[in-house]
């Protein structure tokens, strides 16, 4: 017979952490005036944690002074109170609502003292939650932490979406040069580049010693050059052919003086190229070099709901591609988009303009925004969507099987959702349905809202959690294969009736 009393154990070790009677281990954590000194058990600290394991055999092997000193400057008491309680109990508890506690700084903390499952919960905890990050300071912080590519990435993603979080705060001028040229070497950042270029020229004078007066008129020709040398490693990666040749006019007349030998030259050549006042040779446009990728929002993509690098993650789950998805520059599909409904406009979102708009086109996206939530929800279609038969008939509830259709969740654009599924419907009186209902798009006439309903029947995962939703808009892509030359017939695996 055994008994369970892990309750009774684990209720003495708690009481052990909060009398830590016996002690032979004082740790003096955080930095003044915010110090604070943690008496604690050598054997429970290094049974439980590996950095505690090798820092006192270390101790041990060169030192007998009794009790044992620790310091850890690094990390602030609250936190590490909230470790040590772990260490002893298994139990980890924190608001950081409540108590102020920064995930960002409870994570590394707990990365210094080597605690695997709560660095391993946490990350997941910051993957999956936005609201529990505090930007930009935290993008900051993951910056300096190479140990954490997961993170560094989710927090880069942020940011580019919403650059002027990061822009437009204190902490962007006094950024260090290195997580500024890693913003401007991010194809993803959605700014225009006449924008950046500003925040550019605003970090370099405010990190010019130099520079007292940001008015030009009254700077002589030496504070160009020492903002030159402020800006040195930046310029190279400010994408001045994406500028229109207005805002590059505005650029050339106030700081012509600083940018990279023969670049002015090559710009001008450029925009003459493209708008060429007597062409008798058809024109060429393409510089021959300092050339560098369009970013996300040069992208021709016609949408108000995803964007260059949603799509790019779509092409990719259409071609089953394996590891790092397309990038957006090296698209090989066409998004053409072909139909938008919206809640706001309410013309054109009945059933019967989305068949007028989208069916016999081939291959189509859907892509939802949910109202009131701003959920990103959709689905591809390898067939095409249709309405009427060939005989005049319509189409009721026609179930076509296919083999590479799928829906997806672009919510959390970090670990976006992708169920494939094994059929599509055709109805004249529905608008996109996909698999026995588990996504699919309705008008409801009398309220003139377009809703939509998702109940998993034929897919892997759900893709929001609940059956009915009203949408905000959702907008019809055809997909058009950029790699062949020459369409060849579209094949469905049901013969139309």
């Avoid at 892990?6 to 740790?27: A, C, G, P, Q, R």
């Avoid at 600083?258 to 003459?272: A, K, N, S």
């Avoid at 300092?290 to 016609?302: D, F, G, M, Q």
């Avoid at 034929?458 to 294969?481: A, H, T």
């Amino acid at each position: 017979m055994e008994y369970d009393h892990t309750s009774d154990l684990l209720e003495d070790f708690l009481n052990l952490f909060e009398n830590s009677e016996d002690y032979n281990v004082k740790i003096e954590v955080g930095r003044t005036p915010n110090v604070r000194e943690f008496e604690a058990h050598s054997i429970i600290l290094s049974a439980r944690s590996n950095y505690f394991q090798k820092a006192f055999l270390n101790y041990w092997a060169n030192s007998e002074e009794k009790p044992i000193i620790f310091k850890q400057p690094n990390i602030s008491p609250s936190i590490f109170e909230i470790l040590l309680k772990y260490i002893y109990t298994g139990l980890i508890s924190f608001d950081n609502k409540v108590n102020k506690l920064n995930l960002v700084d409870v994570i590394i903390a707990a990365d210094e003292l080597e605690l695997r499952d709560i660095v391993q919960q946490l990350e997941k905890q910051l993957l999956q939650n936005e609201s529990d990050w505090q930007f930009p300071k935290d993008f900051i912080k993951i910056h300096q932490q190479k140990q954490f590519p997961k993170l560094y990435n989710f927090a880069l993603g942020f940011i580019c979406r919403n650059p002027k979080i990061i822009f437009e705060s204190e902490d962007f001028l006094r950024m260090d040069e290195t997580i500024l040229i890693q913003l401007l070497k991010c194809d993803y950042l959605e700014l225009k580049e006449i924008e950046i270029w500003k925040y550019v020229i605003n970090w370099g004078i405010k990190n010019t010693d130099s520079i007292l007066d940001d008015d030009l008129t009254k700077w002589a020709p030496m504070k160009f050059m020492d903002l030159e040398k402020t800006l040195h490693n930046c310029l190279p990666h400010v994408r001045f052919f994406q500028m229109s040749s207005n805002d590059y006019k505005k650029v050339r007349t106030d700081f012509k003086n600083i940018l990279p030998q023969g670049l002015d030259d090559e710009i001008i050549l450029y925009f003459l190229n493209l708008n060429p006042p007597n062409p008798p040779n058809p024109p060429n446009p393409e510089p021959s070099n300092n050339v560098l990728p369009l970013r996300i929002l040069a992208y021709p993509l016609e949408s108000k709901i995803i964007n260059a690098k949603d799509a790019a993650f779509i092409a990719s789950w259409i071609d089953k591609k394996q590891g790092e998805p397309y990038h957006f520059n090296d698209l090989p599909y066409e998004f053409k988009l072909i139909y938008r409904a919206s809640r706001a406009s309410r013309e054109g979102s009945d059933v019967k303009n989305f068949h007028d708009c989208c069916d016999n086109k081939g291959p189509t996206v859907v892509i939802i925004k949910v109202q009131d939530t701003n959920e990103i929800i959709g689905g591809y279609n390898q067939l095409d969507w249709r309405s009427a038969k060939y005989n005049h008939d319509f189409y009721n509830e026609y179930e076509c099987k296919t083999s590479n259709s799928f829906i997806f969740s672009l919510t959390n654009r970090a670990i976006p959702t992708l169920s494939r599924v094994s059929s599509i419907i055709w109805c004249k009186n529905k608008g996109p349905c996909f698999g026995l209902r588990d996504l699919w798009i309705q008008n409801d006439s009398p309220l003139n809202n377009i809703v939509g309903k998702s109940k998993r029947r034929s897919y892997e995962k759900k893709i929001i959690n609940r059956e009915n939703f009203k949408i905000e808009e959702y907008e019809v892509f055809q997909i058009i294969d950029s790699r062949t030359v020459h369409k060849l017939p579209l094949l469905h695996s049901q013969t139309p009736i």
